[in-house]
Nanobody, 125 residues
Framework: QVQLVESGGGLVQAGGSLRLSCAAS????????TGWFRQAPGKEREFVAA????????YIADSVKGRFSISRDDDKNVVYLQMNSLKPEDTAVYYC??????????????????WGQGTQVTVSS
């Protein structure tokens, strides 16, 4: 059972930046597709970004395109979500997820097998 642990969340002012990290309990992230999702209070969980197991393909939600980016450090077995120009509407719990096989649909939470506990991101106006 792969365990994922997110870190890097916190409180930031609008326009600021945060970098979230997703670490795995086993050396798996260079063989798994990894995604970031978020869930704001009263809303459904939504896709934010994903990276294929090869690290070649990356997918970014339209709502964060141009502001967020996803990357992976295979030496550290960590996937990052760099968030710039943060807005109050980015406030949510951010979750890391991993899929043992390449997802047919990276944007769907149902494709992913393992999930972290989430890290809170709060953007003040």
């Amino acid at each position: 059972q792969v365990q994922l642990v997110e870190s890097g969340g916190g409180l930031v002012q609008a326009g600021g930046s945060l970098r979230l990290s997703c670490a795995a309990s086993e050396r798996t992230l260079d063989r798994y597709a990894t995604g970031w999702f978020r869930q704001a209070p009263g809303k459904e969980r939504e896709f934010v970004a994903a990276i294929s197991w090869s690290g070649v393909s990356m997918y970014i939600a339209d709502s964060v395109k141009g502001r967020f980016s996803i990357s992976r450090d295979d030496d550290k077995n960590v996937v990052y979500l760099q968030m710039n120009s943060l807005k109050p509407e980015d406030t949510a719990v951010y979750y890391c997820a991993a899929d043992r096989s390449n997802p047919h649909n990276y944007y769907s939470e149902y494709e992913y097998d393992y999930w972290g506990q989430g890290t809170q991101v709060t953007v003040s106006s």
